[in-house]
């Protein structure tokens, strides 16, 4: 190697090694779906940082659901020549990921086999270091918030005759819900409008039975072509049978835009 080579080479090393930010990537994908914006950082040690910046409008998995991937996949693409891993700081701009009470600054420490071990609040070391080596700490120009598409279908509660309903291959002991009356618990149900609305001198159990049926309801699956199937709740439909109970109420998709199904009752959701 010519001393002409051998300069070149140094100075790519002092480059490679200069401390700063490496990346700044504003619609960085963990994988297909989940977003965020990442930038990669070279503290003046060599060590690696990425400042992973999660917004209201971001989808994907949370800093501590993904936690092993986000660090498996930036440790990868970002730090691909560190022989150790980067240390992670999330910045929770998306209210709805921030523990009660904690600054919207985390980082996640990981176990010696890479494995989450637990979420906590960034130091001020770690802070200052990402101060002074150029963080910004905003959404990014190039965010894109998803808008997800219009609902194709409504999720809807109706009144449905228990004869109807399809058969049961209950895998738990029917015991317990045999233990309560689910005739007279879809009986009262039916009297009212919501979970809130029941008769008010009811049984602690039938009240408790009654109030599933609207906030945790018997949940159908019709698909054209295809038999009638659970999704939710065949073993409180089994007792029903049992019972005798005549009508319950249950949870089915239908088009957004097709007309309610027989006994309809309300729409609680679109998706």
Same mark, same amino acid.
């Given at each position: 190697?010519?001393?002409?080579?051998?300069?070149?080479?140094?100075?790519l090393?002092?480059?490679?090694?200069?401390?700063?930010?490496?990346?700044?990537?504003?619609?960085?994908?963990?994988?297909?779906?989940?977003?965020?914006?990442?930038?990669?950082?070279?503290?003046?040690?060599?060590?690696?940082?990425?400042?992973?910046?999660?917004?209201?409008?971001?989808?994907?998995?949370?800093?501590?659901?993904?936690?092993?991937?986000?660090?498996?996949?930036i440790?990868?693409?970002?730090?691909?020549?560190?022989?150790? /891993?980067?240390? &992670? $700081?999330?910045?929770?701009?998306? @209210?709805?990921?921030?523990?009660? =009470?904690?600054?919207?600054?985390? !980082?996640?420490?990981?176990?010696?086999?890479?494995?989450?071990?637990?979420?906590?609040?960034?130091?001020?070391?770690?802070?200052?270091?990402l101060?002074?080596?150029?963080?910004?700490?905003?959404?990014?120009?190039?965010?894109?918030?998803?808008?997800?598409?219009?609902?194709?279908?409504?999720?809807?509660?109706?009144?449905?005759?228990?004869?109807?309903?399809?058969?049961?291959?209950?895998?738990?002991?029917?015991?317990?819900?045999?233990?309560?009356?689910?005739a007279?618990?879809?009986?009262?149900?039916?009297q009212?409008?919501?979970?809130?609305?029941?008769?008010?001198?009811?049984?602690?159990?039938?009240?408790?039975?009654?109030?599933?049926?609207?906030?945790? /309801?018997?949940? &159908? $699956?019709?698909?054209?072509?295809? @038999?009638?199937?659970?999704?939710? =709740?065949?073993?409180?439909?089994? !007792?029903?049978?049992?019972?005798?109970?005549?009508?319950?109420?249950?949870?089915?998709?239908?088009?957004?835009?097709?007309?309610?199904?027989?006994?309809?009752?309300?729409?609680?959701?679109?998706?």
């Open positions: 190697m010519t001393g002409w080579h051998r300069h070149a080479a140094a100075t090393r002092r480059l490679w090694q200069r401390p700063g930010r490496t990346a700044d990537i504003h619609m960085w994908h963990l994988d297909a779906v989940a977003t965020s914006r990442v930038q990669a950082f070279r503290d003046e040690r060599g060590h690696g940082l990425a400042l992973i910046t999660l917004r209201d409008g971001d989808r994907g998995a949370s800093h501590v659901n993904a936690a092993e991937a986000y660090r498996r996949t440790w990868a693409e970002f730090f691909g020549k560190h022989t150790a /891993p980067p240390t &992670l $700081i999330f910045n929770l701009l998306n @209210p709805r990921l921030r523990y009660k =009470g904690w600054p919207n600054v985390v !980082a996640i420490d990981y176990d010696t086999q890479g494995r989450f071990a637990h979420c906590r609040e960034v130091d001020a070391e770690e802070l200052a270091t101060h002074r080596l150029g963080a910004q700490w905003d959404h990014g120009g190039g965010y894109v918030p998803y808008t997800p598409p219009p609902p194709t279908h409504a999720v809807v509660l109706r009144r449905i005759p228990v004869r109807e309903l399809p058969g049961s291959q209950p895998f738990r002991d029917m015991g317990r819900y045999l233990a309560v009356d689910w007279a618990a879809s009986i009262a149900a039916l009212g409008s919501s979970e809130h609305d029941l008769p008010a001198d009811l049984p602690a159990d039938i009240a408790e039975a009654a109030r599933s049926l609207w906030w945790d /309801p018997i949940s &159908l $699956i019709r698909e054209p072509g295809e @038999p009638l199937r659970f999704m939710n =709740g065949q073993h409180r439909a089994e !007792a029903m049978r049992q019972q005798g109970a005549v009508e319950t109420i249950v949870e089915e998709l239908r088009p957004v835009d097709a007309r309610p199904l027989p006994g309809e009752l309300q729409t609680i959701s679109e998706c």
